[in-house]
């Protein structure tokens, strides 16, 4: 298809920024630590050795074990499947569903518009993680509940931000020539407007994915995300704080992995915005 | 302005009202029925009926909508049917810790995030720019649960400054009461505050650029004082709205935090009503929620109308 896609202007291949290699490095480490651990861990990470439960760092156990023995970091790797795993499908239900709402909004208008943009007022009313919470409790704990409680706040998300990009770029002369070819509003949609779109959808989306894993990493926290024996850090954080007295160290590594994982989509967010948008660039 | 005002108005109402009736029908489809969760397995079918005709289980859904509502507006939230007592008197006790907890927070979160983002700014590109901005970005991905525990092990366990968890109640006096929700607070305000630094620093930025700074600075002002006279007064103004969207946050925040330090907070509330299937409490609590929520964007609204008088002539959306 020909769709008119616009260039970046200027240089066609914008400088890395800094903020772009790091957020780069650190989601391939957090991807790739979570696929290592398909194949391969330290130690089984569900393994129980009461022998050697609350076990401080060592060689043998670089970060430590559990009050059931069960070592930290074979458990934090593992636990990177599922917080990619639930933040992932919940960006992609809120997008899958946000961004079609929106570009629909966007592209008919008047009452259609109208009652796009008040729904996701709406949603806007209700806290997202409160609300995340209580469907998790209401439905039962578990990942794919998680998922749908997480995706939700995601769809008003998409749906607010396709429909302003792509108002602005139904006012475009590439799309009135289209539309004097007699392309439907349809085809002006897919092949013309959201291609423009894919650069702030995939910038959101980065920042989407970092707020779904902390979501995630709360549900389990408060016992609603993913179940036991699977390892979620949320629910590791709830463990360690039994033995907080006994095992600081304990709470300390698995926040430190959502820290860092959040972190790095951050910074991979704010590059790719730094050189999909040359104006943001200048401005800041 | 006038015009605005209205249009806002009725906008409020609508998506308040809009929101009631979400809450109610989530509720009312979900399975199983309350009056036998309360009576348990065991219950006799005419004492079934018989507490589903007190509970009004046995009225049109219409009309239990409008019961509810109607009580809402005039402060009855219904009777808790664990606790049977006001929903209205648990949501009273329990905001008495929550929402100090959250002013507290968001005071906390804008007493350091402005200084920290006009610092910033005005160091535009130098080393207290990367720095602060550098801590800012960290501080945005820490979670605020994990930053909870972590104070808790440096300033309980390890300083043995403040209680590690638990509520005194007021009754214990303004100090002890306030000594229990620092490290809360505390956690729940940095990560925002961050949040609020990068934002008050690009606004501030980009308003060091207007054409009346240049003018400030023309007519002979320092650069010191064309930053905090001219550019920080105009440069809040977006910042006002984020505080008001960090209301959301903080009020969802709350909820696991309160897990975090077992605070007898709203957020405790929930999950307690929520385990005992205490559904007119959910409900009730659920949709006060959102109502203040939506009642204090309206405020940021005129705030924001009032701030930048551009807005409301624009005419009224």
């Given amino acids: ?284 | 302005m006038p015009r605005y005002f209205l249009g806002r108005t009725i906008a409020l109402v609508l998506t308040a009202f809009a929101a009631s009736l979400v809450v109610f029908v989530a509720m009312a489809v979900l399975p199983g029925d309350p009056a036998a969760i309360i009576l348990g397995t065991g219950a006799r079918p005419d004492t079934l009926a018989a507490l589903r005709a007190e509970m009004g289980l046995d009225q049109p859904v219409v009309w239990r909508y409008l019961d509810w509502i109607g009580g809402f507006l005039v402060g009855d939230l219904g009777t808790s049917y664990t606790y049977s007592v006001p929903v209205a008197d648990l949501v009273a006790q329990r905001a008495a810790v929550s929402l100090p907890l959250a002013v507290l927070a968001l005071v906390l979160s804008t007493l350091i995030a402005i200084p920290v983002g006009v610092y910033a700014a005005s160091r535009r590109g130098r080393a207290g720019d990367l720095a602060t901005m550098g801590v800012a970005q960290v501080g945005v991905a820490v979670p605020n649960f994990w930053l909870g525990l972590m104070l808790v092990v440096l300033f309980s366990l390890t300083l043995g400054w403040l209680p590690a968890s638990g509520f005194p109640g007021w009754e214990a006096g303004l100090l002890a009461g306030l000594e229990a929700l620092v490290l809360p607070a505390f956690a729940l305000a940095l990560p925002q505050a961050a949040i609020l630094a990068r934002v008050t620093r690009s606004s501030v930025i980009e308003t060091l650029g207007e054409d009346f700074i240049r003018t400030a600075r023309a007519k002979g002002l320092s650069g010191e004082a064309a930053l905090w006279r001219h550019a920080v007064p105009n440069a809040l103004i977006p910042v006002v709205t984020i505080m008001g969207l960090q209301f959301s946050f903080l009020l969802a925040g709350t909820i696991i935090i309160e897990n975090v330090f077992t605070l007898p907070g709203l957020g405790r509330l929930v999950f307690q009503a929520i385990a005992q299937r205490d559904l007119v409490t959910v409900q009730s609590l659920v949709t006060l929620l959102a109502v203040s929520v939506i009642v204090v964007n309206f405020v940021v609204d005129l705030a924001y109308a009032a701030l930048d008088p551009r807005l409301s002539r624009g005419g009224a959306r």
């Fill in chain 1, 1 to 284: 298809m020909s769709g008119a896609v616009q260039k970046p202007r200027g240089r066609l291949v914008p400088a890395a920024s800094p903020s772009l290699v790091v957020g780069l490095v650190v989601t391939a480490i957090f991807v790739g630590m979570a696929l290592v651990s398909l194949v391969w861990t330290p130690w089984e990470p569900t393994a129980l050795n009461i022998l050697n439960k609350l076990e401080p760092p060592s060689l043998a156990h670089p970060l430590g074990t559990d009050f059931f023995g069960r070592d930290v970091l074979s458990q934090i790797m593992a636990g990177a499947q599922v917080s990619i795993v639930v933040a992932v499908v919940a960006v992609l239900v809120g997008a899958g569903i946000g961004v079609p709402l929106g570009a629909l909004a966007a592209a008919r208008g008047g009452l259609v518009d109208d009652v796009v943009m008040r729904s996701t007022d709406l949603a806007f009313a209700f806290p997202a993680l409160l609300t995340a919470v209580i469907i998790t409790a209401l439905a039962g704990p578990g990942a794919v509940n998680a998922i749908v409680a997480i995706g939700i706040f995601n769809i008003p998300v998409f749906a607010r931000l396709t429909r302003g990009a792509a108002l602005g770029l139904w006012k475009r002369d590439f799309v009135l020539a289209a539309r004097c070819a007699g392309k439907s509003d349809l085809a002006i949609t897919v092949e013309h407007v959201l291609p423009n779109c894919t650069a702030v959808l995939v910038v959101q989306a980065t920042i989407q994915f970092a707020l779904a894993i902390v979501a995630e990493a709360g549900l389990s926290y408060v016992g609603l995300g993913v179940q036991p024996p699977q390892p979620s850090w949320g629910k590791m954080l709830f463990d360690a704080q039994t033995y907080i007295y006994s095992a600081p160290w304990l709470a300390v590594f698995p926040g430190l992995a959502i820290t860092i994982a959040v972190l790095g989509l951050n910074l991979l967010g704010d590059g790719l915005r730094d050189a999909l948008d040359p104006k943001v660039r200048r401005a800041r």
